[in-house]
């Protein structure tokens, strides 16, 4: 497809099941965000790739979150030991240019994580 | 005090209506993004602003930098347009969010 893919759409995890999440920007497209987005919440950034590198990882809530986009592409979210709280939609967004949020986003669907 | 302020938070109106939404915020910024968020749904990009106005489809956006102020208008508005709305303002490279603008277009 054209746009940015997000697997799985959901994923229940119990708690300290390690999951992992995939994002799949559109091709070609240089910056890569994830957000964390809690129920009635707005979304939180965790990490910015350009590229392969990750610029920015300030918004990752502890050391059991991790983020990887080793070609470029295609980027995984890992989030280690499950609790409750990490339960919310992860977002991924893509754009163009290396200017992150200065060109049009495009997201994904999201992937709906409940931890229980 | 947040960074990015919307107004108002929830609007309900008739179908037909004329909308606004109001997003004030008290950063500097390289850009500002309107967004469509549905129940359940992802996030849609309407519009990015760093100046002017844009029109796309029923959809009208304007920005006055110096007032650090946009506003998003639907006209003739459609109960499909319901949805949140999300002003987000772009200082460097990551997004700043506001809270959102719950829209309900009722027929």
Redesign the interface.
Known sequence: GAGVSQSPRYKVAKRGQDVALRCDPISGHV?L?WYQQALGQ??E?LT?FQNEAQ??KSGLPSDRFFAERPEGSVSTLKIQRTQQEDSAVY?C?SSTRG????????????TRLTVV | KNEVEQSPQNLTAQEGEFITINCSYSVGISALHWLQQHPGGGIVSLFMLSSGKKKHGRLIATINIQEKHSSLHITASHPRDSAVYICAVSPRYQLIWGAGTKLIIKP
């Open positions: 910056s965000f707005g979304p950034f910015y610029l920015d977002l967004a200017r992150g949020m200065n060109t049009e986003a495009f997201f994904g669907q999201g």
